[in-house]
């Protein structure tokens, strides 16, 4: 199993709701990421996890909260959200956090309204 | 670590050579040239790459410059399945930190019958 499944492909939120995106990987990595992709903009890194724990934080605002309740699975708790956040979430894993060679999954368009 | 400079589109014919160039005349020693791509509505994958040998996979070949200051993605025989953007980055393999992949803006190939 070489994939990473996010988890849903489309959400569309209001301002006030509270959702959560889920990507799981079987591959054994230690390391998992959440990026945000605007249209036609490239890929940003929002956070990274190594070996479970939170190591890199892009000043991401507080409305974005990470999880890793275990190696396989890493959650994006979504709050309060404003229209400038609708982008595609994207979530990648690697064998170590060392290590650049990156799995993404397919990601999760998100529309806030 | 060293920024990049690549073209912003590109256009291939269906069964020629496509060949991706990028600039990163700031590199150090001990940085990589990695080489992802991106196709529409996927997360990005992951395609190769170097540290100063060129390299080949069953993907594509990498040829970097004695100096190190460019390389080249070469894709042999291209397929309209390879219309993406390419990303050319340089990155320093660090075993001490988590990775930071940052995307430049890439170089968008379009492959045409």
């Known amino acids: 199993d070489t994939e990473v499944t996010q988890t849903p492909k489309h959400l569309v939120m209001g301002m006030t709701n509270k959702k959560s995106l889920k990507c799981e990987q079987h591959?054994?990595?230690?390391?998992m990421y959440w990026y945000k992709q605007k249209a036609k903009k490239p890929p940003e890194l929002m956070f990274v996890?190594?070996?479970?724990?939170?190591?890199i934080n892009e000043s991401v605002p507080s409305r974005f909260s990470p999880e890793c309740p275990n190696s396989s699975l890493l959650n994006l708790h979504l709050h309060a959200l404003q229209p400038e956040d609708s982008a595609l979430y994207l979530c990648a894993s690697s064998r170590r956090p060392s290590d650049e060679k990156l799995f993404f999954g397919s990601g999760t368009q998100l529309s806030v309204l | 670590d060293a920024k990049t400079t690549q073209p912003p589109s590109m256009d291939c014919a269906e069964g020629r050579a496509a060949n991706l160039p990028c600039n990163h005349s700031t590199i150090s020693g001990n940085e990589y040239v990695y080489w992802y791509r991106q196709i529409h509505s996927q997360g990005p994958q992951y395609i190769i790459h170097g540290l100063k040998n060129n390299e080949t996979n069953e993907m594509a070949s990498l040829i970097i410059t004695e100096d190190r200051k460019s390389s080249t993605l070469i894709l042999p025989h291209a397929t309209l399945r390879d219309t993406a953007v390419y990303y050319c980055?340089?990155?320093?393999?660090?075993?001490?930190?988590?990775?930071?992949?940052?995307f430049g803006t890439g170089t968008r190939l379009q492959v045409t019958l």
């Open positions: 591959m054994g990595h230690r390391a």
């Open positions: 980055i340089v990155r320093s393999l660090d075993t001490g930190t988590a990775s930071k992949l940052t």
């Open positions: 996890y190594s070996y479970e724990k939170l190591s």
